[in-house]
């Protein structure tokens, strides 16, 4: 049944209202940028990994320890999924994180929910100023074949999916996947998504803190929208440290909605 144009009007006031009592809960801002090149990791570092270009890495990463992901030889999209070590059932999920938030850019100072309302990930650094995807999701096989004709590629759909297998877990257990360095952008009223090349140089860093034991994949392929004709990809530095919270953690403390996903946290014993 369609609706009047009442009910639309009536819909948005009650959507906006709900949105302004979510956002002045945030008094402070969320701070500028991390700083380029990065600072020296604080914490304890336990090891260091290189991601090959097209390929895909996973890994267990208890509460409390951090992944650094560097672009140090160049610039490189890199996609992420992950799910709880103790309930695989609980996984990333992207729309309740941007719906909470009321934001689309995954941003230092930010936080990544399950679909259980808790944090899984803190983005504790991001000299990108939140230059990631949360919208579209990673590379397919189909979706190379289009845009590279001829070439021998891998893909981030493909990579998850063997991710998941060496894990115990099956292609039906992937949620949508998070882009970091992807510059997407909605471009206009009609919600048509755009590349934003200029804020990313191919030198930049995030840093994300587990919130509860995780289990995390990474695929290194080129996003969908990035306009690169040729398939390049270039290889990735992780680093796995133990991290430190501070007093102030704003990633604790910046939405109403980010303070109860902590709270969700702290009941289930995460």
């Known amino acids: 049944m369609s609706r009047t144009p009442e009910q639309i009007a009536a819909d948005r006031a009650r959507y906006e209202e709900h949105q302004r009592k979510g956002l002045s809960f945030a008094a402070k801002a969320l701070p500028e940028a991390s700083v380029v090149p990065a600072a020296p990791i604080a914490g304890d570092v336990i090891a ?10 996973s890994t267990l990463l208890r509460q409390g320890e951090a992944l650094r992901i560097a672009q140090t030889h160049g610039f490189a999209s890199v996609a992420l999924v992950c799910w709880s070590a103790r309930d695989t059932s609980e996984r990333l999920n992207l729309p309740d994180t941007v719906k909470v938030q009321w934001d689309t850019r995954a941003q230092r100072g930010r936080v990544l929910f399950s ?11 991001d000299s990108s100023g939140g230059a990631h995807d ?3 999701g990673g590379s397919t096989a189909a979706a190379n074949a289009a845009k590279y004709p001829g070439a021998v590629t891998r893909n ?6 063997l991710a998941a297998g060496k894990l115990g877990l099956s292609r039906r257990d992937l949620p949508m996947a998070l882009t970091l360095f992807a510059p997407v ?3 206009d009223d009609d919600g048509h998504f755009a590349w934003q090349s200029d804020l990313l140089d191919g030198n930049h860093y995030v840093d994300l803190r587990a919130e509860m034991d995780l289990l995390v994949a990474l695929s290194n392929c080129p996003h ?3 306009p690169g004709p040729v398939y390049a990809p270039n290889p990735v ?4 440290y133990v991290a430190e919270v501070a007093g102030d953690d704003l990633c604790r403390t910046a939405t109403a909605e980010a303070v109860r996903g902590f709270e969700n946290n702290a009941r289930a014993g995460a």
């Open 237 to 240: 530095e992780i680093t796995r």
């Open 115 to 125: 679909d259980m309302g808790r944090v899984m990930l803190s983005i504790t650094e």
């Open 185 to 187: 952008r909605v471009s």
């Open 48 to 57: 260091t990994e290189t991601l090959a270009a097209g390929w895909y890495w």
């Open 156 to 161: 981030t759909r493909d990579n998850f999916v």
């Open 134 to 136: 949360v919208l579209l």
């Open 224 to 226: 969908p929208l990035d």
